[in-house]
């Protein structure tokens, strides 16, 4: 499955004296991370209706560890989403794991299961 198929989106965090926002930015130079619909949830509901949105953000891109979700961190790279990698941090797993919805990996645009 291609990462373009699961509406994702560049974002970026904002805490203000309002609250903690997620920001959509238009390219990946900017983002702090990424948003995209859950693939097992995308495949069951066949489509996104009722699919839940997942969330990976880089502390190489200034997310410290207290801002949700965590703990998982991902390295960022590629030139946009077709060809986006999430690679691992340092300590940190490569795969994105979601407890009793998906485990997997994306890879030069692709969602491939762990």
């Known amino acids: 499955m291609q ?6 989106k560049f974002i970026r965090y904002e ?5 903690e926002f997620n920001i959509v930015v238009e390219t990946i130079e900017e983002c702090q991370g990424i948003r995209f ?3 097992h949830c995308f495949i069951e509901n066949k489509g996104s209706i009722g699919t839940h949105q ?3 953000w880089s502390s190489l891109r ?9 703990p998982g961190r991902w390295c960022i790279t590629g030139t946009g989403f077709d060809d986006l990698t999430l690679g691992a941090e ?3 797993s490569r795969s994105v794991l979601i407890k009793s919805d998906w485990h997997g990996y ?3 645009g692709m969602i491939t299961n762990a």
């Open 37 to 39: 619909l859950c693939p």
């Open 62 to 70: 200034g997310i410290t560890d207290d801002v949700r979700p965590r």
């Open 90 to 92: 340092p300590g940190k």
């Open 106 to 108: 994306i890879t030069n």
């Open 3 to 8: 990462l373009n198929e699961l509406k994702p």
């Open 54 to 56: 997942i969330i990976c």
């Open 15 to 19: 805490k203000t004296f309002e609250g």
